[in-house]
């Protein structure tokens, strides 16, 4: 149901300042792309704000930012890959709070591409859900744009279905942006993952 749906407003390439205008109206979780854009956005907002807020770390990360990233993301979107599941393990032994993960998904015909392979999906969320320090709050992924958004959708759907019969609790989907959200609600996205249809077009 679209109520139980979370809104992730990406403020990537956008000023600090936003932020703290969308705390004033509400918002509470908010996500980035880059560490080196987020970072230091994340301390400033803090330094003017005492609410309590969650980034979530949206884009591709590097396996040596990931210490970085665990300053202020307690979310992590784009689990791709097993090098970068090891360097979480290891950061989030000393991260301030738990850090939970999305496996992100491969939705193309290319392997070399980032994210994990549907077919791939339960022996690599074992090894997440083996981890003391991650906990595994579902599947992620991207539409493509150059067909029907909810063919992806219904791979994501499918793929989530399938782990929540290893793990019930990891029923989270995260899908969906500002050009398709609505059919991703449709294929039971959890978590929407929206930028400009809210903040507008970016300053960088």
């Known amino acids: 149901m679209a109520s ?41 907002v803090a330094e003017r704000s005492d609410e309590a ?6 884009g591709q990360l590097q396996s040596n930012k990931v210490k970085s990233a665990l300053e202020y993301a307690t979310v992590i979107h784009s689990l ?14 000393d991260a301030p709070k738990p850090v939970g993960v999305f496996v992100q998904l491969n939705l193309t015909e290319d392997a070399a591409r980032g994210g994990i392979e549907p077919a791939n999906l339960e022996h690599f969320a ?3 859900l ?22 992806d959708f219904e791979t994501i759907a499918k793929a989530s279905a399938q782990l929540q019969k290893i793990s019930a609790d990891s029923k989270y ?22 930028g400009t249809a809210i903040t507008g077009n970016r300053s960088k």
């Open 4 to 44: 139980d749906v979370e809104l992730v407003v990406i403020t990537k390439n956008h000023e600090p300042q936003l932020v703290l205008d969308l705390i004033d109206l509400g918002e509470r979780n908010f996500g980035e792309n880059r560490d080196q854009e987020a970072n230091p956005k994340s301390k400033w």
């Open 53 to 58: 807020i969650t980034w979530h770390f949206v």
């Open 80 to 93: 791709d890959r097993q090098s970068l599941l090891s360097a979480l393990i290891k950061s989030a032994i």
């Open 126 to 128: 074992n090894a997440v």
């Open 130 to 151: 083996e981890s003391q320090n991650l906990y595994l709050l579902g599947v992620m992924g991207v539409a493509a744009l150059d067909r029907d958004p909810r063919i």
């Open 173 to 194: 989907i995260s899908a969906g942006m500002s050009h398709d959200f609505e059919a991703a609600i449709e294929f039971g996205a959890t978590h929407l993952r929206i």
